[in-house]
């Protein structure tokens, strides 16, 4: 997904977490993306509690989710 984000000449990609704690970390480190696209099943920390805290933290990022999940209730409860 990445790579075909990267190919766009208006896109940059900023960085890539694996979790939603490695994610916060870099946002308080100062790397603040416009968007973010966050899947809801991830480790340590999962889409949900991740998407909670940026609404909390920083409501200006725009966030897509990405899911496997068929539950619409999970999806909208983010």
């Not at 970390?25 to 991740?50: E, F, K, R, W, Y």
Request: net charge negative; aromatic share 6%.
């Amino acid at each position: 997904m990445a790579a075909l984000i990267d190919s766009f000449n208006k896109y940059n990609i900023l960085f890539e977490a694996a979790h939603g704690k490695q994610l916060i970390d870099n946002i308080t480190a100062g790397q603040v993306p416009d968007i973010i696209l966050l899947d809801i099943n991830m480790p340590i920390m999962d889409g949900i509690s991740t998407a909670q805290w940026l609404k909390k933290n920083q409501p200006a990022i725009r966030v897509i989710i990405l899911s496997m999940f068929e539950d619409a209730e999970k999806v909208l409860s983010m």
